[in-house]
């Protein structure tokens, strides 16, 4: 991975919780949420990261924002390891990296008015007046499409994707260049669902952003994202651009994924991969590749031994000992 040429790098980051029994809080174990996963992520680009829920991206994405501290491995922003950043590098990087939510509501305080809501990070990093902090307001919430005239009302006097539109004004209040949209569409109606990604994109080119954007379904992320990560159980099983990781899937979770997204026509109906087994627990990852109780492709070779994530081709890499030809 060349490191001059993203805005993020992810090295060999790993999050482990501690299991913990007992009076003595005696340690029994580790779940591996985020298990030794690299990427990178380009200036400009939205990189979509996908997996079931408790595959470890919302773990990843904290770490990542240095909300959770990571067990090992590194964290760059712009060339800097965000974990070993002063205090006041530090206040820098969180005006430049910001999150939206998944659950507006719940990640809206519903006590205060919107105004103070879209505020808020101003009035924590910058020294404004209030009529220069009400300005901004106004400016925030015509960009994200809202009646600026609204702006002294309550979070539950907005629908859901207008209140996840309060959330992204939030995000952009400080200018920042780097946001995790962590499932940021998923509660929402399909139809909300594009217009609020189509916000994004439409903001994202005004303001230069890059997105790392989560979500647990392959369908949501191909609008949007100009390559994808597919997780599973802590791990990256396959990166790749989003076009070619549509047409032709290498890992065999990657392909599952893909045939759950519903189909136009019933004449495909049949090719849905319906997965054996449930999924694994984290605390105790079966051996080999995570993947083989319910891989219908598993061999015995996969029972023992961890496939990498090797690079296949341009942009192209999988972590399968048997990729799909
Ligand atoms: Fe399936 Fe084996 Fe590939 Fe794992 S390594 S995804 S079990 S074929």
Redesign the pocket.
């Given at each position: 991975m060349s490191s001059s040429s993203y805005l993020v790098e992810v090295n060999n980051v790993k999050k482990y919780f501690p299991i913990k029994t007992g009076l003595l809080n005696r340690v029994i174990g580790q779940v591996k949420a985020v298990d030794d996963v690299s990427f990178g992520i380009r200036a400009g680009e939205t990189f979509g990261l996908v997996g079931e829920s408790g595959c470890g991206k919302s773990t990843l994405a904290r770490v990542l924002l240095n909300l959770k501290s990571a067990t090992g491995g590194e964290i760059k922003y712009a060339g800097r390891n965000i974990h070993t950043a002063g205090n006041r590098e530090l206040r820098k990087l969180r005006e430049e990296m910001q999150i939206i939510f998944q659950d507006p509501f719940g990640s809206l305080n519903p006590r205060f008015l919107v105004k103070d809501l879209i505020s808020e990070p101003l009035r924590v990093h910058r020294r404004m007046s209030e009529q220069e902090m009400d300005n901004r307001v106004v400016e925030l919430m015509e960009m994200v499409g809202l009646d600026a005239s609204r702006r002294n009302r309550y979070p539950h006097e907005f629908s859901g994707g207008q209140r996840q539109r309060i959330g992204i004004a939030r995000a952009i209040a400080l200018n920042p260049k780097f946001i995790v949209a962590d499932e940021a569409v998923s509660a929402l109606d399909v139809s909300v669902q594009s217009q609020v990604l189509n916000l994004m994109m439409k903001l994202q080119k005004e303001l230069g952003l890059t997105y790392l954007f989560i979500a647990h379904g392959l369908n949501v992320v191909r609008h949007i994202s100009d390559r994808v990560g597919v997780m599973y159980l802590g791990k990256m099983v396959e990166v790749g651009k989003t076009e070619e990781l549509f047409a032709k899937p290498l890992?065999?979770?990657t392909s599952v994924l893909l045939s759950a997204i519903p189909k136009p026509t019933t004449e495909h109906r049949d090719e849905r991969i319906i997965l054996q087994g449930d999924v694994p627990s984290p605390a105790n990852p079966p051996s080999g590749?995570r993947?083989?109780p319910r891989?219908p492709?598993?061999?015995d070779r996969?029972k023992t031994e961890e496939?990498q994530l090797q690079t296949v081709s341009d942009e192209r890499q999988v972590a399968?000992?048997?990729p799909l030809q």
């Amino acid at each position: 991975m060349s490191s001059s040429s993203y805005l993020v790098e992810v090295n060999n980051v790993k999050k482990y919780f501690p299991i913990k029994t007992g009076l003595l809080n005696r340690v029994i174990g580790q779940v591996k949420a985020v298990d030794d996963v690299s990427f990178g992520i380009r200036a400009g680009e939205t990189f979509g990261l996908v997996g079931e829920s408790g595959c470890g991206k919302s773990t990843l994405a904290r770490v990542l924002l240095n909300l959770k501290s990571a067990t090992g491995g590194e964290i760059k922003y712009a060339g800097r390891n965000i974990h070993t950043a002063g205090n006041r590098e530090l206040r820098k990087l969180r005006e430049e990296m910001q999150i939206i939510f998944q659950d507006p509501f719940g990640s809206l305080n519903p006590r205060f008015l919107v105004k103070d809501l879209i505020s808020e990070p101003l009035r924590v990093h910058r020294r404004m007046s209030e009529q220069e902090m009400d300005n901004r307001v106004v400016e925030l919430m015509e960009m994200v499409g809202l009646d600026a005239s609204r702006r002294n009302r309550y979070p539950h006097e907005f629908s859901g994707g207008q209140r996840q539109r309060i959330g992204i004004a939030r995000a952009i209040a400080l200018n920042p260049k780097f946001i995790v949209a962590d499932e940021a569409v998923s509660a929402l109606d399909v139809s909300v669902q594009s217009q609020v990604l189509n916000l994004m994109m439409k903001l994202q080119k005004e303001l230069g952003l890059t997105y790392l954007f989560i979500a647990h379904g392959l369908n949501v992320v191909r609008h949007i994202s100009d390559r994808v990560g597919v997780m599973y159980l802590g791990k990256m099983v396959e990166v790749g651009k989003t076009e070619e990781l549509f047409a032709k899937p290498l890992h065999p979770y990657t392909s599952v994924l893909l045939s759950a997204i519903p189909k136009p026509t019933t004449e495909h109906r049949d090719e849905r991969i319906i997965l054996q087994g449930d999924v694994p627990s984290p605390a105790n990852p079966p051996s080999g590749c995570r993947f083989h109780p319910r891989c219908p492709f598993a061999q015995d070779r996969c029972k023992t031994e961890e496939p990498q994530l090797q690079t296949v081709s341009d942009e192209r890499q999988v972590a399968c000992h048997f990729p799909l030809q």
